[in-house]
């Protein structure tokens, strides 16, 4: 079992910047191969904003590209986003994601069917 707890979100204008943080708690967190940030925006399908796996190897959603940054902090057990240069269409509730498992090392994946389990989202809200 894993628990991921997000904080950092608000609201900011566009072109400011927010840091998302999740907190990865649980006697399965050892077994964490990757984790990720998503985001879902109001009628919108949820979408996924970039990842990080075990061999420190990251990936972005082009929509995020060259403004958000994906890191981790293994000693605090903690996943990071820092959001730059932040634009209205930004506006979601973003949610931390984690695929743990014991099975070997799977694709890299921006799906969050990839994904089993998920914090319970921070809301970002950027205004023009």
């Known amino acids: 079992q894993v628990q991921l707890v997000e904080s950092g979100g608000g609201s900011v204008q566009a072109g400011g910047s927010l840091r998302l943080s999740c907190v990865v708690s649980g006697p399965s967190r050892d077994w964490t191969q990757r984790m990720g940030w998503f985001r879902q925006a109001p009628g919108k399908r949820r979408e996924g904003v970039a990842f990080i796996d075990s061999r420190r190897t990251s990936a972005y959603a082009d929509t995020v590209k060259g403004r958000f940054t994906i890191s981790q902090e293994s000693s605090k057990n903690t996943l990071y986003l820092q959001m730059d240069l932040l634009k209205p269409d930004d506006t979601a509730k973003y949610y931390c994601?984690?695929?743990?498992?014991?099975?070997?090392?799977?694709?890299?994946?921006?799906?969050?069917?990839?994904?089993?389990?998920w914090g319970q989202g921070t809301q970002v809200t950027v205004s023009s």
């Open positions: 994601a984690a695929l743990v498992t014991t099975a070997a090392d799977r694709p890299p994946s921006l799906e969050s069917a990839e994904y089993n389990y």
